[in-house]
Nanobody, 121 residues
Framework: QVLLEESGGGLVQPGGSLRLSCAAS????????MGWYRQAAGKQRELVAG???????YYADSVKGRFTISRDNAKNTVYLQMNSLKPEDTAVYYC???????????????WGQGTLVTVSS
């Protein structure tokens, strides 16, 4: 069993910053890619940013230059630093790990339960 636990969401004013964290726990041998997705009300879930175990990163065009993804492989933790936040960044942010290789050799995808980010004055 693998669990992803997010933290760091909340209410912030436009132009402000937030840092999201996501820690993976359980029977983990390795994790290839970790990432962040978001889903705004009435919209489909979309990719925000991802980072491989080798620290290659990629971003949605809408957040390039404002968001930074990073990870601590030793802690199985991924971070999302969000700067210059806009009202359109308001969404539930979900952590993703894919694939996760467990200590028993299983290969699976894991999702967190989500953390709400609200950008509003």
């Amino acid at each position: 069993q693998v669990l992803l636990e997010e933290s760091g969401g909340g209410l912030v004013q436009p132009g402000g910053s937030l840092r999201l964290s996501c820690a993976a726990s359980g029977s983990i041998f390795s994790i290839n890619t970790m990432g962040w997705y978001r889903q705004a009300a009435g919209k489909q879930r979309e990719l925000v940013a991802g980072i491989t175990s080798g620290s290659s990163t990629y971003y949605a065009d809408s957040v390039k230059g404002r968001f930074t993804i990073s990870r601590d492989n030793a802690k199985n933790t991924v971070y999302l630093q969000m700067n210059s936040l806009k009202p359109e960044d308001t969404a539930v942010y979900y952590c993703n790990a894919d694939p996760v290789i467990t200590t028993t050799g299983r290969r699976l995808e894991a999702w967190g339960q989500g953390t709400l980010v609200t950008v509003s004055s």
